[in-house]
């Protein structure tokens, strides 16, 4: 994990690659799971003896479970210290280049594309890829937008 001191650390990170997170095997109870959560049950995620003789050769996970994995990649590739609070603020760009097969491993890299100030704090861009072990094209590319409430701004000190 990278850890920046304060907004400023992060600041003079722009354009840096921050590194990659730990392997992660995606399990058909997760794929599950989010199906139960989104009301998403399409047979290639869910139906495991249908989805063997599937385009994918088996069950996929959804790309918006690959995309709900960034608030975790991100919380272990890097910290910023000196902060009230981080908000998600959306998403400038997403793609899904290819499936993720149940059972398959990933991992996230992330770059600081950009980080600017904002009357409510620095708003910051990250261009997250979401990798999948042994295949060439990543599973979700994603460009997330963090707000970034130093300690100092949220109280009113300065």
């Keep these: 994990m990278r850890i920046f001191s304060n907004i400023q ?5 722009v354009g840096e690659h ?17 199906a139960d959560a989104t009301g ?5 995620h869910v139906d495991v003896e249908a989805a063997a003789k599937g385009p994918f050769g088996g069950t996929i996970a959804h790309g918006y479970l690959s995309l709900s994995l960034l608030p975790s990649f991100m919380m272990e590739l890097f910290r910023v210290d000196g902060l009230a609070m981080g908000i998600n603020y959306g998403l400038d760009k997403v793609r899904f280049p290819s499936p993720v097969p149940v059972g398959a491993r990933v991992r ?5 594309v950009d980080l600017k100030g904002t009357p409510s704090g620095y708003l910051s861009k990250i261009k997250m890829t979401v990798e999948v072990e042994d295949r060439p094209r990543p599973a979700c590319v994603a460009e997330t937008l963090s707000l970034y409430v130093p300690a100092e701004e949220a109280t009113g000190d300065a």
């Design 9 to 13: 650390e992060l600041k003079a990170a």
């Design 18 to 34: 921050l590194g990659h997170t730990e392997w992660r095997t995606v399990t058909q109870e997760q794929v599950n799971l989010f």
């Design 40 to 44: 998403d049950h399409q047979w290639i």
């Design 108 to 112: 996230c890299g992330a770059e600081l």
